[in-house]
């Protein structure tokens, strides 16, 4: 599981990851990030736009869930993330409110880092849908 041990190795303070990943279950893999890089925030980058599972992936612990279909919104949610907020896609808002509260209630992996504004950010997921 190479990615896994890249972001041990890197502890990147963002990392980017897809639900649906080939052999690999989304949620199990962010469970063993949040063991691995205790510091690094995860923001869900997915296809799935299953609300339960998008409040299962917050209550978790993953900082932002946002659907590839609205991929123009990415710069944003990464800069909320890493400035300690929670991003929730806009279409998933439209439907239902994301408040602290009622979270705690009730293909390919792209091996890739970068910066930005200084901060490392592993990437995960296949992100297709970006230009």
């Known amino acids: 599981m190479q990615p896994l041990q890249r972001a041990e190795e890197l502890q990147p303070d963002l990392i980017l990851l897809d ?3 080939p052999k690999l279950n989304g949620m199990a893999v962010a469970r063993r990030i949040h063991k691995l890089c205790p510091n690094s925030k995860i923001l869900f980058v997915t296809q799935n ?15 932002g869930y946002i659907l590839k279909s609205d991929a123009k919104e990415l710069p ?4 909320r993330v890493l400035q300690g907020e929670i991003f929730v896609s806009g279409h998933l808002k439209k439907v239902v409110s994301f408040t ?9 992996v792209a091996r890739i880092s970068f910066r930005s504004q200084g901060r490392l ?3 995960f997921p296949v992100l297709e849908v970006l230009p």
Do not use: P
């Open 121 to 123: 950010i592993f990437a």
């Open 100 to 108: 602290s509260s009622s979270l705690f209630c009730r293909s390919r």
């Open 49 to 63: 736009s299953d609300l339960e599972i998008a409040r299962a992936a917050l209550k978790l612990g993953v900082r």
């Open 76 to 79: 944003v949610a990464i800069d």
């Open 19 to 21: 639900l649906s990943l």
